[in-house]
């Protein structure tokens, strides 16, 4: 049995991003605020992949990175609301 997809108007727009993005959506939807380096911990993708993700999400305005007040080396992303 094949599994038609739906016309790509009816798609969320997170639906059209690359895989490595959304997997890096929903583990901050399901996590919450993450630094580079937990996001990497908690979806097993690989840092250059992670950085990329990040990178495309940020472009499309789903999220935001915000200080890490535990290092301030690191950055924290966030969903925007």
């Given at each position: 049995?094949?599994?038609?997809?739906?016309?790509?108007?009816?798609?969320?727009?997170?639906?059209?991003?690359?895989?490595?993005?959304?997997?890096?959506?929903?583990?901050?939807?399901y996590?919450?605020?993450?630094?580079?380096k937990?996001?990497?911990?908690?979806?097993?993708?690989?840092?250059?992949?992670?950085?990329?993700?990040?990178?495309?999400?940020?472009?499309?305005?789903?999220?935001?990175?915000?200080?890490?007040?535990?290092d301030?080396?690191?950055?924290?992303?966030?969903?925007?609301?």
């Amino acid at each position: 049995m094949t599994t038609q997809r739906p016309p790509p108007e009816t798609e969320s727009p997170i639906e059209q991003l690359p895989p490595s993005a959304k997997l890096v959506y929903k583990t901050l939807e399901y996590e919450g605020p993450l630094t580079q380096k937990g996001l990497v911990e908690r979806s097993r993708l690989p840092t250059r992949t992670v950085r990329d993700a990040v990178r495309t999400l940020e472009d499309h305005g789903y999220i935001e990175e915000r200080l890490y007040e535990g290092d301030a080396r690191q950055r924290l992303y966030v969903l925007c609301e």
